[in-house]
DNA sequence: CTTGGCACTCGGATAAGCGGAGTGCTAATG
DNA sequence: CATTAGCACTCCGCTTATCCGAGTGCCAAG
């Protein structure tokens, strides 16, 4: 699509307002707005093409007009100037991510930095462990028929698991176990991992060694239900969506509330952002998910050493300042990275 | 209070009309619903009575009466008629906690069964570590100043930390270490083991056996920061509430989820309902919290072979069916408390 | 004590009227 | 030919008036 110089600002201002103000805007107060001394008679011309175009329309004959959701998207892929981070803004953000190591709880700093930056809801999409590289295991055995598995990735993530066994452990058996673990995969990915057990397993058992028998009937059960992907995600203040005037009504909540609890709307969403490098920007209906028509929502993917491996985002009204937004969720999206590099940096 | 037995039954079906239709209660239809033959004139005389006792009020002049907050408290106190579970229901409850031994995901499924079933918000108070004895510890070094403490407690709660040290440590010298805590602290408290690490800070280092000191170097951290009590809440199907008419109005809302993000006034009252034993009821603006003014809490404590340690409830409108929602909450308790020590008699 | 009767009150729904904001069209202008 | 002033028109939101029904309180009779 291509617009003439005074069409784009006139769209430009006139977003830039309805997102300001909330309220459709008129051809007087854009005129006024505008620098170019038009008259409120020539704007109308101009909004009248705008709107055969498409770009813009009238809730009812006698209201401004307010950017239909193309419009949107025209004024976020050309119009759009973004604002710098206020220094202020980023050194917070920077405080926040700098002393945290773990990286769990970094995605959860990262979501809670989101919302509270941009007052909307913020999401992280967390990792499955399907692509990380399985580091070291660890069997503690909590009672007789109980073992207690700590599974430590490359990533730097931890999980534990009391898994039930058929017949009881001594401590030494678990020790094996893990050292035989630890040396035969360390470093294959997880899906290997399994690949490998489930070929062990068909050997018969007459012929395995002791403690292969011992690490598999132990681990066999880890591995078996942790394959099917594990992504999972995240949200922080959801809560903030109930202060946005355009969300007001309760049928809109509802919707919103049921798709965050489901979360699979969700989850589809930030894996189709993943796949792209970049900030990937849903407006209204543009996802596809109706629990999400009232709703813009911003993503960036973060990285790990280069390998992108989630994205953070956020969801809020469409009438939302992109131009703040998405500088916030960019940063963010890099600060995270960078924690999360470093943090492996220290692992050896 | 006293009232006679006309009255009572008045108001009985008065405020069980109220509940379900969610409208103000006239006196011709009180009238109707009685099963005493009474003219509606005599039901407004008594209706008034009532009104004098402050049990019910009129929300305006020529609307019927609704129960006042003392109404509800007289109701829940003298007059219900509790709903024994259905055998459906109750069976669906059972499902949900068998198979299931860990106790985070038990508390979990707790708060998500509470929701479900009464379609309310569910609420879990989880005990904090103070009470908790100590159990097992384990060292894994990460990196070369990187130790993951894994800290597992009586109750079978399992706690990981990622810890930076001061210096690098051997793998040796971590297992040596667990092996002194274990055996030194298993089933004192944590408070306990807080106690005698400070103890043994105070000795010079000279005179300090090597393992101590690693022991001390790597742990002190975790006992440092972990003792301040740590007692959580959990919370489930708060948009439930959404849901709910008598709580339609954003600003309830906003009051209430401004609540849910802070949880201390949740965490207060579930502490105080663990102090009490039995179930728990506070009316409107009873707890004093006036987050909660438009919600009722049912809350029951649970416990651990026979010690309390912790709080589940339901938070919903005061206009709630509480012969429906008290036994849930209360079958929940126990539920829960039989899962705790059944999964604990299975430690050794 | 109970009841029927009656005047009264109040909220909610419906309709009417009004002012303001904004539009679209047309004709005049540079 | 683009721009502009003027003007009739539309429609929303607000206020006011009206009416109906449900419910009350009170009183006098049973």
Do not use: W
Not at 52 to 73: K, M
Not at 231 to 239: H, K, N, P, Q
């Amino acid at each position: 699509m291509k617009l003439n110089d005074r069409a784009e600002t006139l769209l430009r201002t006139l977003v830039e307002l309805y997102i300001n103000e909330g309220q459709p805007v008129g051809s007087r107060t854009l005129a006024r707005q505008l620098k170019l001394n038009l008259s409120p008679a020539t704007v109308r011309n101009v909004m009248s093409d705008l709107e055969d175009l498409g770009l813009i329309h009238s809730p009812h004959t006698s209201a401004g007009r307010i950017p239909t959701q193309e419009g949107y998207r025209f004024f976020v892929d050309s119009l759009l100037r973004i604002k710098p981070l206020e220094q202020i803004t980023l050194e917070e953000m920077q405080d926040k991510f700098s002393n945290e190591s773990d990286p769990q709880l970094l995605l959860t700093k990262a979501s809670e930095l989101l919302s509270q930056v941009t007052h909307f809801a913020g999401v992280v999409l967390i990792p499955g462990q399907r692509s990380s590289l399985f580091r070291q295991i660890e069997f503690v055995r909590l009672a007789s028929q109980r073992v207690l598995t700590i599974l430590i990735t490359d990533d730097g993530r931890v999980q534990n698991r009391v898994i039930p066994t058929d017949r009881s452990y001594a401590a030494s058996e678990l020790v094996e176990a893990a050292n035989f673990f630890n040396q035969v995969y360390a470093g294959t990915s997880l899906a290997d991992v399994r690949r490998g057990l489930l070929k062990e397993m068909q050997k018969d058992s007459d012929e395995m060694h002791r403690i292969t028998a011992t690490a598999l009937a132990v681990a066999g059960k880890l591995f078996d239900d942790e394959d099917d992907g594990g992504d999972a995600v995240m949200l922080s203040g959801e809560e903030n969506l109930l202060n946005v005037p355009d969300l007001c009504q309760i049928e809109k909540l509802q919707k919103l509330f049921d798709a965050f609890k489901t979360k699979q709307d969700l989850l589809d969403l930030l894996d189709r952002s993943m796949k792209v490098s970049g900030i990937s920007i849903f407006i209204g209906g543009e996802s596809g998910y109706r629990s999400l028509d009232d709703c813009s929502v911003v993503m960036a993917p973060y990285d790990h050493d280069g390998e992108i491996i989630g994205t953070v985002g956020v969801i809020g009204p469409t009438r939302m300042s992109y131009e703040e937004v998405i500088p916030v969720v960019d940063v963010t999206a890099r600060l995270l990275s960078g924690a999360l590099s470093t943090s492996s940096d220290r692992l050896e």
